[in-house]
């Protein structure tokens, strides 16, 4: 099956007086039909603005230099603000951090939810208010507190909320950019669960932006992840947690092996900061931090190369760190 999107070679750019901080670079991937398809790194590393830029909502001083990102059959790189604007909630939605950021606190939630879907989907009055109540019982809110002004809602609600205005209009991709991070680990928990069953039962595709492993395994199909502003790896959830490829993927699991006690199975976290994106280094952008680093590393950047089938990696070391890391499972060797 064809991907319902795949981006291909895509760099953003924020321009900051004479400055160019390039913070996705050459970003490719796929989301296949209804999938969840995480986007992880640390902090800084772009996942934001390469969500952000799906829907073309991106800062003022923020330009898609390059690339294309095709979705059913349309480049929404090229596409016209018009076209656009008519994909955006119709086929692609986006769930923010913070709820409060697509609830207005002005407005009753119904309000607001009947606003969209009759300004964006041509229902009725009445026929909005009728879905507005689905949508509700949908993601497990009673509909008796329609009537509610956001600030009424505790925080796991107003996600809710935020998931059913997202929802509102059937799209085919909705893009979370950290939907649980703000709430408490058993909301977060009940959430992932809900939006797992309704991308299910309606065919989704899900793009979920998060710095959390944990989510990642608990959710997401397909992972893909960044460092400084570059896709490093790009497989299937299972195959990055048990065999990641990049050593940047091993230390954000919190597993790397670390040279000094390699094959003793102590392992630990990566240390340092990621490069100025301003001013990156030549070769490989994670080579300071790796300890698998040569001098190729330092020169020779790295290209995104399919290692197995469906396994993305942009390392020249793979193979080594790969071979490390099955050391560093065998206890007592
Ligand atoms: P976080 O989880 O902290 O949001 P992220 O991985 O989502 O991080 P982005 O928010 O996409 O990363 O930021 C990528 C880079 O772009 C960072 O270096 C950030 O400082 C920079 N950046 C983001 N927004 C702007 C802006 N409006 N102007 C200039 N630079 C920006």
């Not at 009753?108 to 019982?137: H, N, T």
């Not at 992840?225 to 490093?232: E, F, I, P, Q, R």
Request: hydrophobic share 45%.
């Amino acid at each position: 099956d064809a991907p319902l999107l795949s981006v291909k070679d895509v760099s953003i750019a924020y321009k900051v007086g004479a400055l160019d901080i390039v913070a996705v670079s050459n970003a490719r991937f796929d989301v296949p039909q209804g999938s969840i398809v995480g986007l992880v790194g640390e902090s800084g590393c772009g996942k934001t603005t390469m969500a952000r830029a799906l829907t073309r909502v991106i800062a003022d001083n923020a330009r898609i230099k390059a690339g294309q990102m095709q979705f059913a059959g349309q480049d929404i790189v090229s596409l016209s603000e018009k076209d656009m604007n008519s994909l955006r909630w119709r086929d692609i939605a986006f769930i923010p951090q913070s709820a409060m950021n697509s609830l207005d606190p002005v407005y009753r939630v119904e309000y607001q939810i009947v606003e969209v879907l009759r300004d964006r989907g041509g229902l009725s009055k009445s026929a909005a208010r009728k879905r507005a109540v689905e949508l509700f019982e949908m993601v497990g809110i009673d509909p008796g507190r329609l009537r509610d002004f956001p600030h009424q809602f505790s925080g796991g609600m107003r996600q809710r909320a935020a998931i059913a205005l997202a929802l509102a209009l059937e799209p085919k991709l909705v893009v979370a950019d950290e939907p649980v991070t703000a709430l408490d680990v058993i909301i977060q928990r009940q959430i992932l669960d809900q939006l797992r069953s309704l991308q299910r039962e309606l065919g989704l595709s899900v793009i979920m932006v998060t710095h959390d492993i944990s989510v990642v395994a608990y959710i997401c199909d397909r992972t893909v992840v960044m460092y400084a502003g570059k896709v490093v790896e790009d497989c299937d959830t299972a195959t990055l947690l048990n065999e990641p490829l990049h050593p940047y993927t091993m230390g954000l699991k919190n597993a790397f092996p670390d040279l000094h006690s390699a094959g003793t199975g102590i392992l630990t976290p990566i240390a340092g900061s990621p490069p100025d994106l301003a001013n990156p280094p030549p070769g490989c952008r994670f080579a300071a931090r790796c300890p698998f680093a040569t001098d190729q590393c330092r020169v020779e950047e790295p290209m995104l190369t399919e290692d197995a089938p469906g396994h993305f990696v942009a390392c020249h070391r793979a193979v080594e760190a790969a071979a490390l890391r099955e050391e560093a499972k065998q206890p007592g060797t």
